[in-house]
């Protein structure tokens, strides 16, 4: 079975496998720096630390005081985490398992 997004689209698409061609974080750098406003990557990133720190069992008021999210960002990352389309997880999975083959 395969999943089926609610963001499904040609656009959307080809962003994704443009996405998929990028080799190194210096291409990441560049591509999202040409791509997205400073502002969005750092919200995203600011939302991807959210969702580590979720994960490990930290309390919304250390969360918000080591990334400054809001609350309102911390309960809808946890909200995903919890009933959402398993893209933190799958993600998150596969960096702790890169780090355990260090």
């Not at 591509?31 to 979720?54: H, N, P």
């Amino acid at each position: 079975m395969s999943y089926e997004s609610i963001l499904k689209s040609k656009e959307t698409d080809e962003l994704f496998q443009a996405i998929l061609t990028l080799q190194t974080q210096e291409d990441c750098y560049r591509f999202f720096e040409d791509l997205c406003t400073i502002k969005e990557v750092q919200s995203i990133s600011q939302r991807f630390q959210v969702a580590k720190y979720l994960r490990h069992k930290k309390t919304y008021n250390e969360i918000e005081e080591l990334t400054k999210a809001s609350t309102a960002t911390i309960s809808r990352i946890n909200k995903c985490l919890m009933y959402g389309a398993s893209g933190y997880t799958a993600v998150l999975d596969r960096l702790e398992e890169k780090e355990k083959e260090k």
